[in-house]
């Protein structure tokens, strides 16, 4: 155990728990691999307020815990859609449910025709090399830190492969749930889409019971040659959760998603993204919409990096943030030497209802290219009393119109999202969290 | 019958006198312009009329059909029956244009003791006020006023003011940036709102809108206080004379 530790006695309870966890796991054909990965995670450590990509999120209360695997659970020990339902029983949509990172394969081949699923262990069975081809890929091992500690000790998971348009959404319900304060899972997925192939992929992330896992998540988006997807994550665990998530992409000519990241839940919820628009005219719309409620923590780190030319991108994020709650938005673009004429565009802003709230935001520009188009913009402030007057003077009494322009504010992200029943479902989950919820449900 | 009664009106904007103690009356039926110089006061009075919070009154008295204006919070003003057309209406995206003018009206009916407005009844209102005021229906769908031209924000204005019905409306430069079309338009709809219960306040710069809306009363506006009022005439003799003219006047 302590060849993996660089120094046993700085290390904190936590990192010794995940290199004994490590200890335990049976080697997989992915063993060498997991232990490199293991290795740096040990020597970076846990992050700290000096890290620059962690500056506003400590996690300090982590490093005296033990952590243990969180427990297995049966499919039947869990309760349909812990929270929020994304998906109405009229429509058509399918869903595979992972709990605690095992997830439950559907029966049958023929589950949704075009999507091929497979789960990890199998996987890394079945065909290894392609499994270490997706592990192998870079990531910034300072914004992803916890994807390294993920690729060490995640034991199962999903590949799905879409090989041609899915006739319906796919919901990927994430269940964590613990039997003890000190649990920890490693939800991992890997999605790829063929050239040419379409898809609406919903990851949402609920939590069961009382104490919910340390989840430590990782997903992996590939798409290839003219693929087109939309994927949303939706962070919706309850108050007293942790969840360290990283979002990796990776798109080929001209590809095109559309990502949503919408944090609704948890008690401290980070979420990396990494994208690298690798080939000609792919394109990326990237959206955040980031609730701060009650005492939540959430903080969204964004990395996207134009690699060839003619690839674009937005990033379009809104933060509320009311009672003590605090949102953090860093997004970073690099433009690449030879990403000629790409385009990249930026766009946060943040809304306090509070006097105790926080939102820190930092838009950056990292340009090695000529002929590029790159814009971006940050502003956070309170209800614009001009707009408000405006409502006041045509008759609204104030409590409606405030609650009218929290709504407003709201509507440049909910209008991307071209899936009704999430949108519905989202926006309503959203409006219970805001004040005057009541009245804003009559706007909708 | 007197509507509004302003009685050595005094206010204060980011720790400046603006109205210096202004009187003016405006009876029911009645059209009165306020014109003046940049700088005069004639945008602080008018919101100060609707109730604009960080501007501070500091003297003098506001009587709307006898009730204590100043006491009332603007949306309550705005249900009584205040319309403040204005200078540079707000860009709101996300907030429906058709929305907002379905609360606004709303909301002066149960002010009034009326039962909220019918869906249908409420469409075929809209459309008939709408086609007045020569708008298409690309308006229905959009923000308040989002993306609109500095013409269509006015016509917007005065499409909510033909919707509210108010008893008195203000009018802060409605008439500036219009072109000619546009100005008819807009001075129509301020025209088909004439009537004996209710009265218009323009403010206004130029003679050009008074053309189309003529006034029984014009004031002007200078330092804070009504220097001088008369019949529609002045508005002319100032257009050919210039403001200079009446400021002379006073101080002889």
Redesign the interface.
Known sequence: MSTLLPSPQAASPALRSFAGQWHTRTPDSLAPLREQAMQRFLKLGLPTPRDESWRYTNLRSLASRTFVDAPRRDRSEIEPNASLSLVRESDRAASLLMVNGHPSMPNGDGFIKGLEISSLSDLSKRDPHMLRGYLEQPSDPELSRFALLNTALFVDGLHLRITEPLAVPLILLHVATGDGVNNVAYPRVIIHAAPDSAATIVEHHVSQGRHAPLVASHTHLVLGKGARVEHYRVFATAADAVHLDSLQIRQLESSRLEQFTIALGGGLVRAGLEAQLARDGASLNQYSLLVGHAERHVDCANVVTHAAPGTTSTQVARAIAGDSSRVIFNSKVVVNQGAVHSESRQSCRGLLLSAQAEIDTRPQLEIHADEVKAAHGATTGRL????L??????????E??QA??V??????VLTGMSMASARSAIEGALIAQLPDSQTLRN?R | MTLLKISDLKARVAGKDILKGLDLEVGAGQVHAIMGPNGSGKSTLAQVLAGREDYEVTGGSVAFEGRDLLAMPPEERARAGLFLGFQYPVEIPGVNNVYLLKAALNAKRKADGLAEVDAYEFLSLIRQKMKAMHMSDAFLTRGVNEGFSGGEKKRNEVLQMLVLEPKLAILDETDSGLDIDALKIVSAGVNSLRSPERAIVLVTHYQRLLDYVAPDRVHVLSGGRIVRSGDASLARELERRGYDWVLEGKVA
């Open positions: 614009d009393p001009d707009m007057f405006y409502l006041l003077s045509r008759g609204l009494d104030r409606t119109a009218l322009l709504y407003a504010f709201l509507a440049d706007f």
